[in-house]
């Protein structure tokens, strides 16, 4: 697992879905981009492609803006003969990212832990990857950035793929993972090892019904 340098700009959830719907919303609806507050906060609240689901209100979304307004991570933009003002993200030019690079990340803040697969098929119009490899190369520029923006978590046992989880709110889910792989003993089981486990598991199911029913013929001679 990849270890986390701590970060100066922990980010709360809101702040953190927020900035993925900018990202996400830039890249399926350019034309309605940079977007309103009122759109910001339905694309916060939207049912699909979201997990956590959040309902949030237009003042807390108002207030989030203006935190990462603060932090330089999201701009204000006044556009000629418009009456309300339009937000715009800046995780581009904060963290030098390209745009595969951004998709994978924003897919992450949007979506949780995933694998590189799950990554590559819901990216979507954010980016087209060709390729699971090419979802793994840009996660690994991700977590050799400084502090990281991504993680390698522990292999789940009796997985195969990795998987990922942006670091933007802090080093906490590497904490969690730890803790569950200390309860599994962190060590993915080969498939062979797991048939023996389930056969042995079977046999011994099977002897403790023969044990039963021996003991319920006993108890029923006593009644004939």
């Known amino acids: 697992m990849e270890t986390a340098g701590q970060r100066d700009d922990i980010?709360?959830?809101?702040?953190?879905?927020?900035?993925?719907?900018?990202?996400?919303?830039?890249?399926?609806i350019p034309d309605n981009y940079p977007l309103s507050l009122n759109a910001?906060?339905?694309?916060?609240?939207q049912l699909s492609s979201r997990d956590p689901v959040m309902s949030i209100s237009e003042e807390?979304?108002?207030?989030?803006?203006?935190?990462?307004?603060?932090?330089?991570?999201?701009?204000?933009?006044?556009?000629?003969?418009?009456r309300v003002a339009k937000y715009e993200h800046?995780?581009?030019?904060?963290?030098s990212l390209e745009q595969d690079k951004l998709a994978v990340l924003a897919i992450l803040m949007l979506r949780g832990i995933q694998t590189p697969g799950e990554i590559r098929s819901r990216s979507g119009r954010l980016h087209d990857f060709s390729?699971?490899?090419?979802?793994e190369t840009c996660l690994q520029f991700l977590i050799?950035?400084?502090p990281p923006l991504v993680a390698r978590l522990a292999r789940a046992p009796g997985t195969k793929e990795s998987r990922y989880a942006h670091l933007l709110s802090g080093d906490e889910i590497?904490?969690?993972?730890?803790?569950?792989?200390?309860f599994s003993g962190g060590v993915e089981i080969p498939r062979q090892d797991r048939v023996t486990q389930l056969e042995a598991e079977v046999a011994r199911l099977r002897s403790e019904v023969d044990r039963l029913t021996e003991?319920?013929?006993s108890f029923k001679k006593q009644f004939d």
């Open 131 to 135: 390729s699971v490899a090419d979802v």
């Open 174 to 182: 590497l904490e969690q993972q730890e803790v569950a792989a200390s």
């Open 11 to 28: 980010l709360d959830p809101f702040e953190v879905r927020v900035l993925a719907v900018l990202a996400e919303k830039e890249a399926l």
């Open 90 to 95: 800046r995780m581009r030019m904060k963290w």
């Open 60 to 82: 807390t979304v108002q207030d989030v803006l203006e935190r990462l307004v603060h932090k330089k991570l999201v701009s204000e933009v006044r556009q000629a003969g418009a």
């Open 40 to 45: 910001l906060t339905n694309g916060c609240n």
């Open 215 to 217: 003991q319920f013929e």
């Open 144 to 146: 050799d950035k400084f």
